[in-house]
Each structure stands twice: as C-alpha cells, then as structure tokens.
Nanobody
Framework: VQLQASGGGLVQAGGSLRLSCVAS????????MGWFRQAPGKEREFVAA???????YRSDSVSGRLTISRDNAKKTVYLQMDSLVPEDTAVYYC?????????????????WGQGTLVTVSS
C-alpha cells in the first residue's frame, strides 16, 4: 500500500485544516489507518486511528479537536483539525496497518505516507 498525504499548511490559532491521505491498492477497506505527528525535536506521536470497521480512537491531547474518518470508496482517510493551537505544529503522517489490524503504536503500521507539514501561528 502506498499513501499520499496532503492538506497541510499555515493556519492561525483557532483555525481549521483537513488533511487527506489517499491509498493505492485493493485492500484499503480491510486495513486500520492512523495519523501520527512529529514536532521539531520531538518523537513521533500517535494522534488518531480508525479501524477497518470504522471504530475510532484519539489521543487525549487532541480529543474533541481532531477527528479521523475514512471513505473506503475513495480509499482516503481524513483528519479534520479544528481549534488548532501552536502546539499542533508538526509534520503529520498517515499510516496503514496490515489487514484486519489497527493500533496506537507506530510499530503496528506497515506503510507510511510522506508527511504533510502543519504550522499553526499564534
């Protein structure tokens, strides 16, 4: 599976962005998908995940502000980001698991997109 993330950019605090991640291949609908982020000088951290059945889970640090969803017909996973704060500034990566799997640990993800930069100004 190859993943292509897009939608990042510069936004003011309090603003919104929607990230998209398009997958190639025929098994998208059977894979868990996740979003991770890496801020400058920090380790990559989990943001949100969605299972192949649509069950979602978010990090406590973003709960209520960032929402993950998927459209299997379009082979796309989204991250809706609202009420952004400067601490959300990071490169955001989408990732997919093996079929019938999902989780919050990066080691559970088999394929990664190239990342898209989100910068939130104060």
């Amino acid at each position: 599976v190859q993943l292509q993330a897009s939608g990042g950019g510069l936004v003011q605090a309090g603003g919104s962005l929607r990230l998209s991640c398009v997958a190639s291949g025929r098994t998208f609908s059977s894979r868990g998908m996740g979003w991770f982020r890496q801020a400058p000088g920090k380790e990559r951290e989990f943001v949100a995940a969605i299972s192949w059945t649509g069950v979602t889970y978010r990090s406590d640090s973003v709960s209520g502000r960032l929402t993950i969803s998927r459209d299997n017909a379009k082979k796309t996973v989204y991250l809706q980001m609202d009420s952004l704060v400067p601490e959300d500034t990071a490169v955001y990566y989408c990732a997919s698991t093996a079929p019938k799997a999902w989780g919050v640990d990066p080691s559970e993800y088999a394929s990664w997109g190239q990342g898209t930069l989100v910068t939130v100004s104060s």
